[in-house]
């Protein structure tokens, strides 16, 4: 089983360069199915969720290929079947997009309804809405989604109850090639919705207002195929700011985009970390010993503190002197890592969506968990400040969505490595204490 196993205590230091947007990447992908030609999708993260998504879109008929590591062509002006069921659709959440980009190419989807990271319930009830509103039928039999439009998919006017981010998009993508102008209120406004309708634009649709909540989609006959390039991951580049937060010392974060961060560059400032900003960089430090303030924070959609940064946030609070209170705005469960850094010494008591945290002086390294994704990369920051050696499994699931983890930290001076089995344990650890 593949590990994790870190040696906590040494400070950051250095640069990181922040990879593509995997939130983007997942639609970005399913998005080239609606257009007619060839695109060349830049920037795309190397990351296990869209590996999967290639192999998804392949079993479809659409030809795939990575032109180098982060380079993507697809060809998607063949596609043999609307019907997605396999195995591999189950395992991510952004599988919903398929449902969106067949209805709205070819008028029916026949969809495995999605898995991802487990926090709760996490229905799909405003996309079925939305494609209903756009005249399809929508059928859940067996854990699959059918959706068909008879007469050809129809502009319409719609409010979502909530902005959510994936019927934000799979509306959008479905209403790209309707027949009129559709527009959907209450909309999400995350940085990735607005890279997608940029991206839909560039291959010929014509979508206005992404990023505000009001988006307004006028139908068109067909996309043609171009060239586009992913934003920075927003997440990622968040996750190595709270990483060097926590560890102490000094990094350089770039290729961002500093204006997607400003929440999570307000919050580290109001604890008390040195946050300086460029055009495309950003540069963390703490000096460590310092002390960090307690803070407050409330996950809200954008541009609200991100859901996404939740685990690491609340993972650094831990270290602030005296008690912060987490409260988590989006999902119903996301505390559920709580029990494995409480392995590794943390205060934390949850109470629903809240959780009230009390400030240690630091981790101790454990045998610990991840159960997913933001999860997982808590750990991985616990990991780095922690007294001792710190194991952690589960980790495919922190490859979900974190190009080179591994090899960037490294290049931060992290004392961090990968062993494959128990065998191998020792040798590697006595590898990862040089470093
Ligand atoms: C996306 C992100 C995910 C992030 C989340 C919130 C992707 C692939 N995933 O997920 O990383 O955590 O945004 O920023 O981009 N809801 C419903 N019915 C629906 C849809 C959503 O009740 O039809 C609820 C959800 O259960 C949740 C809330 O609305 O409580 C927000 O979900 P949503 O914004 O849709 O998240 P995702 O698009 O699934």
Redesign the pocket.
């Known amino acids: 089983m593949k590990k994790y196993v870190i040696r906590g205590g040494k400070p950051l230091e250095g640069e990181v360069r922040i990879s593509g947007g995997k939130?983007a990447a997942?639609?970005i992908i399913p998005a080239t199915l609606l257009v007619n030609g060839v695109c060349i999708v830049e920037n795309v993260p190397a990351v296990n969720d869209v590996i999967l998504l290639t192999k998804i879109m392949s079993e479809l008929g659409a030809k795939v290929s990575f032109l180098d590591k982060t380079t993507l062509r697809v060809d998607a002006t063949e596609i043999h079947t609307c019907s997605a069921v396999s195995e591999l659709v189950r395992k991510m959440?952004?599988s919903y997009y398929l449902i969106g980009v067949l209805l709205g190419r070819f008028g029916k989807a026949c969809v495995g309804l999605p898995g991802g990271c487990d926090f709760?319930?996490?229905?799909?009830?405003?996309?079925i809405r939305g494609f209903e509103a756009l005249g399809s039928t929508v059928t859940i039999e067996h854990g699959i989604v059918n959706a068909v439009a008879e007469n050809g998919l129809k502009g319409a006017s719609m409010s979502l109850d909530?902005p959510?981010?994936?019927?934000t998009i799979n509306i959008m993508m479905a209403a790209v090639l309707a027949e009129g102008t559709t527009i959907i209120e209450n909309a999400?406004k995350?940085p990735?919705i607005v890279d997608i309708a940029n991206f839909l634009n560039a291959m010929g649709a014509e979508i206005r207002g992404a990023g505000t909540d009001t988006i307004k989609i006028k139908g068109v006959k067909e996309l043609h195929g171009g060239r586009y390039e992913i934003i920075p991951d927003q997440i990622e580049a968040g996750t190595y700011m709270v990483m060097a937060a926590a560890v102490g010392g000094r990094i350089k974060v770039s290729n961002v985009i500093p204006k997607h961060l400003e929440s999570i560059s307000a919050k580290l400032e109001e604890i008390g970390v040195t946050v300086e900003e460029d055009d495309d960089f950003i540069v963390v430090s703490r000096e460590p010993g310092t002390v960090m303030n307690k803070v407050n924070v409330k996950t809200l959609?954008y541009p609200g503190f991100?859901?996404?940064m939740q685990p690491q946030m609340s993972t650094l609070l831990c270290l602030a002197k005296g008690t912060s209170i987490v409260t988590e705005g989006?999902?119903?469960h996301r505390f559920r890592y709580v029990d494995e850094l409480r392995r590794m010494g943390a205060k934390m008591d949850v109470d629903g969506r809240v959780c009230v945290i009390t400030g240690i002086e630091k981790f101790s390294g454990a045998s610990v968990c991840a159960c997913d994704l933001r999860a997982g990369v808590s750990l991985v920051i616990a990991g780095l400040c922690a007294d001792g050696m710190t194991e952690i499994t589960n980790v495919h699931l922190i490859e979900r969505g974190y190009e080179d983890i591994i090899e960037k930290l490294k290049g931060l001076g992290a004392s961090i490595g990968v062993v494959d089995d128990e065998e191998n344990l020792s040798q590697q650890v006595s590898g990862t204490t040089a470093g």
């Open positions: 939130n997942v639609a959440r952004a709760g319930v996490r229905p799909i009830d405003y996309h909530f959510s981010v994936g019927a999400g995350e990735h959609p991100p859901t996404d989006i999902y119903e």
